[in-house]
């Protein structure tokens, strides 16, 4: 049986997909088998973001329509191990219902040790489809007051659902840029005012950006990817202290 959790964030650009892919890519290098499904549909970007664009053919809704079987539309990534992707279809109007969303994890369950969904930007249908199979969740915010909102609502909507075992990721952490704003006295503000348990903090790292965007986020362990190997620990139930910094 997988684990399966929800990457989620409210408001759009967080870092939801980064974030999915580096732990995706980490636990896959801690032996897991690690489906990652894109339910970003009209958006996606995880293909992108560890270079397997060019072998995606079928995608979600071809399953779905009695196009292909799973095993042509899941596609492992080369060179990490036991890391698999499933894409959302790149026509928004193809976009898959919440209880189609959930048939399919429960039909994938067994194959895999963790399933992580990336969900798109906002609380629309997209997003429904996406919290529908989560036994858990992990919120990406950025430290600024729009963010913590998007943060707020996503919670109750998961809350609402009876998603209880939530977590917090702050990405795009920089601690002089959020002196600088001034408006949260110190990252336990940010926490509290998120009202989420924080897993892991990412820093603003151009070395995360960059490969994510040239479609090596397959390699992201290579250097930055340390960060991700901690909060993938802890996900784990493993206590290790927040890495930050690297
Ligand atoms: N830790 C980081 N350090 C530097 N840049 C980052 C980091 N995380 C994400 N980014 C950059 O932030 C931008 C948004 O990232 P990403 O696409 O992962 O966000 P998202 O939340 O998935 O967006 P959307 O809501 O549109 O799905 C990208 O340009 C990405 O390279
Ligand atoms: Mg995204």
Known sequence: MSQIIV?????????????????S??????????????????MRGLDLMLGVE????????DVVCGNCDYSKAIYQVEDAGGLYL???PIDASEEVSPS??????????????YILIDAPAGVGSSFDTAIEPAQ????????????VRGCLN??????DK???????????????????????????????????QLIGLVPDDIRIATLMQRGCGKDCWSSAGVVFDCIVSRIMGINVPLAYGM
Do not use: H, W
């Open 162 to 196: 009876g998603i209880t075992d939530i977590r917090l990721i702050i990405n795009r952490f920089n601690e002089r840029n959020f002196r600088t704003m001034g408006i949260y006295k110190d990252l336990d503000e940010v926490i509290d005012v998120c009202k989420t």
């Open 25 to 42: 890519v980490s636990l896959a290098k801690q032996g897991k088998k690690v489906l990652l499904i894109d339910c970003d549909c009209g």
């Open 136 to 147: 858990r969740a992990v919120i990406v915010v950025n430290a600024e007051p729009t963010s």
């Open 86 to 88: 499933m894409s959302a």
């Open 7 to 23: 990457m989620a964030s409210g408001k759009g650009g967080t870092g939801k997909s980064t974030v999915s892919a580096g732990l």
């Open 154 to 159: 996503v919670r109750k909507k998961l809350t």
């Open 100 to 113: 189609v969303m959930k048939q399919i994890t429960q039909e994938l369950s067994d194959n895999y040790d």
């Open 54 to 61: 060019k072998d995606v053919v079928f995608d979600v809704s």
